[in-house]
């Protein structure tokens, strides 16, 4: 089973970052926790196809958060367990969202951002979405960090800018722990608002269910 984290809660005033998964007819975000049968997961390789797992991948890896072809999120997704990853964690940090007013062309979606080809207009419905192909190339490998240094990529790897210890998200076993991010879409501001509750033990869905865990106080 694969539990689909959101990133920030809505609670103390803090920032949201709400995670929304699009699946099938159903928009799932506000927090809430998915979880989601195994077929198609990284133990089945893409798709599903029984193909037997190679080693575990480390941190910069590409890396198969379980979704059926096609169906992507609104914007930053950690899913844990992710088995093809050494120590099972397949982070999207982008927390960006498309834009919400009717598209003809993805370079409408796209207008805000210089070098495109993160969204794309999904013409039947005039909506702005996130493009498969950016949220499968910049979904990555991840580990539990204490500093940046313990963030040094295992070969190569799409992160342009290097990767940062940061906490991402506010739910599930991931909770309030810092882990390796991709600095290329990580929006700094939020991550630090979000360290500052798990650190004040305001994180709630965390740190009142798991004191200690991660940077909640005990």
Known sequence: MQAR???MSTTMGALALVVGCQLGDVKLGDDA?????SGGSSDDGPGGTGATPGPPAGLGAPCDHGFAPGTVP???????PAPGCGEDICLYPDTVVATDAPCASDAECNAAFPDGGQF?????TSTCVLSEEYFLDRSMCSEYCESDDDCV??????CETGFVCVVQASLGSACCRPVCACADGVDFASTETLRTNCE???AQGCCDENPGQGLCPD
């Open 5 to 7: 984290e959101s990133w």
């Open 33 to 37: 926790e998915l979880e989601a049968s």
């Open 74 to 80: 609104e914007s930053h997704l950690l899913t844990t």
């Open 120 to 124: 794309r207009c999904d013409l039947p």
């Open 153 to 158: 990529a295992d070969g190569s790897t799409t």
């Open 200 to 202: 004040q033990g305001t």
